[in-house]
């Protein structure tokens, strides 16, 4: 059973920082490439940053910059920091992997950016 965790989410002033991470568990981690998405209020879900097994990395211009998708393959956990936040940031994020035929997610972590 495949599962994925996301903590760190929170209230941040506009410039602050998080970090968030994602467990995962019931897939071989390392091999697969590992996504961070996010969904604001009345928006679309999309992608914010992805990393392969390879530690390429991938980030949406609004993005770059600031944030910093990374992976530990020996703790199964995917990391996403999170500089200069502002209030555009707000939204819940997802961890995201694809495996086994399908798309995987996690539950969400909510992160709130005040003005």
């Known amino acids: 059973q495949v599962q994925l965790v996301e903590s760190g989410g929170g209230l941040v002033q506009a410039g602050g920082s998080l970090r968030l991470s994602c467990g995962a568990s019931?897939?071989?981690?390392?091999?697969?490439?590992m996504k961070w998405y996010r969904q604001g209020p009345g928006q679309q879900r999309e992608l914010v940053a992805s990393?392969?097994?390879?530690?390429?990395?991938n980030y949406i211009d609004s993005v770059k910059g600031r944030f910093t998708i990374s992976r530990v393959n020996a703790k199964n956990t995917v990391y996403l920091q999170m500089n200069s936040l502002n209030p555009e940031d707000t939204a819940v994020y997802f961890c995201?992997?694809?495996?086994?035929?399908?798309?995987?997610w996690g539950q969400g972590t909510q992160v709130t950016v005040s003005s």
């Open positions: 990393i392969t097994t390879s530690g390429r990395t």
């Open positions: 019931g897939i071989p981690f390392s091999i697969y490439t």
């Open positions: 995201n992997t694809y495996a086994y035929g399908r798309d995987y």
